[in-house]
């Protein structure tokens, strides 16, 4: 019955070592970390496993191997854990690139419009009056069709990064559309939302002076405006299209 016992233990362990020794032959040529941690848990697993199998065979074999069956067992159980604990790390970190993934544009590094609705809905949360802010960039197509895509790219990225300083911890900026953005903004006034507007202006007007570069903005408050984010979107979107109407004139 023990020697039974043992062999179902060894048999079990077994297969686990030859699950992963086929995933880190498998992606052998990737030379990603994988193969790395892999490599930790066959060794850990394989000394456990041998470990097993030597203490099942002593049972019905003249040989002990005491000695090497405490060797192994320890040096497994040393190895195997520090394994998984690496594991686990890098698991970690491929779910936080992932989720960054998922709630940041790939571009500018600004949230997309599923990071905005989250960012959003936590803010409503806290029950605090802020700001929309709708931005709406001019001169983009002139730019991509005069200089190149990558030239425009390097307009929006820029313009991106001005909102941002501007804006500083007070909020999020969120890319919506190819260089359409919108901005959550706590803790400020009505009139400190304006000077904002217009250091943002007078800088985006300087990325490329030549080309006259230039953005729309409007904005919209919580409650007042609306309580959806749709509802708040539209109201600063009328303001913001008001502003390039405005703009056009001069």
């Known amino acids: 019955m023990v020697v039974a016992r043992k062999f179902i233990i060894f048999i079990f362990l077994f ?25 930790v848990l066959v060794l850990g697993a394989s000394l456990i496993t041998l470990a097993a199998f030597l203490d099942a065979i002593s049972e019905i074999s003249k040989f002990k191997y005491y000695t090497t069956i405490v060797v192994c ?29 998922a709630y940041t544009d790939s571009m500018t590094g600004s949230y997309n419009i599923r990071g905005l609705e989250e960012n959003f809905h936590r803010i409503v949360a806290l029950k605090e009056s802020f700001y929309i802010m709708s931005f709406d960039l001019d001169g983009t197509k002139a730019i991509n069709d005069t200089f190149g895509h990558g030239r425009g790219d390097e307009y929006i990225i820029n313009s991106v990064k001005i909102i941002q300083e501007e804006i500083g911890t007070r909020g999020y900026v969120a890319r919506t559309g190819g260089d359409e953005f919108i901005a959550l903004i706590e803790h400020l006034d009505a009139e400190e939302i304006e000077k904002i507007i217009v250091s943002i202006k007078g800088r985006i007007s300087k990325i490329f002076e030549s080309e006259k570069t230039a953005v729309s903005v409007g904005y919209s ?7 959806t984010l749709d509802e ?14 405005n703009e056009k004139k001069l």
């Open 15 to 39: 297969m686990i070592f030859l699950y992963l020794l086929y995933r880190t032959i498998s992606n052998i040529k990737k030379r990603e970390i994988e193969n790395y941690l892999f490599g």
């Open 73 to 101: 067992y320890t040096l497994g159980d040393i190895i195997f854990p520090i394994g998984l604990l690496f594991w686990d790390m890098h698991i970690r970190k491929i779910h936080s690139i992932l989720n960054k993934m």
């Open 221 to 227: 408050m919580y409650g007042r405006d609306g309580n």
């Open 232 to 245: 708040l979107e539209r109201a600063a979107d009328i303001m913001m299209y008001k502003d390039k109407r």
